[in-house]
């Protein structure tokens, strides 16, 4: 009989660079990044896929990290918010968070960040109702979320030039 395994082999890349690591079978990815990645920009707020505060592009699509198993995301490809500026320079969106407001305390701000570029990825010129709907999984306490809208319209507008 095979002895039971408390830990399983994974391999993913995160942010372009290679992991490999061994997981207990219970934890998520949102703890893969912070506790064995130290990745803390994901952000945990309800843990149970309510707030939007851990999303990640996983694989080329947004994801609640809280209710992604590590497991589940072996040989996939991970983008996080430690990823988005290169060198220094803030994305267009990042910028365009700064300009109109768009962060207060900034606590769904790396999960809305991902929305928000996953849709711009796949939407040059995403309309207002777009917008609404690719944000629509991430919870805001502070801005109201009309200074989050306007800031992806800003930057949508400056990738479609
Ligand atoms: S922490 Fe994952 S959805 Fe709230
Ligand atoms: S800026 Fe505070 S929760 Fe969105």
New binding site residues.
Partial sequence: MESYKQEIDITLRVNGVEYRDQVPAHMTL?QFLKEKLFLTGT?????????????VIMDGRTV????VLAVEADRSKIRTIEGEAKRGRLTALQKAFIDYGGTQCGFCTP?MIMSGQNLLERNQKPSRDEIVEAIA?N?CRCTGYELIIQAIEAAASKKGK
């Fill in positions: 949102l952000k945990e707020g309800c843990g149970r896929g309510e707030c939007g505060a851990c999303t609640n990290s809280c209710l999960g999984g919870l």
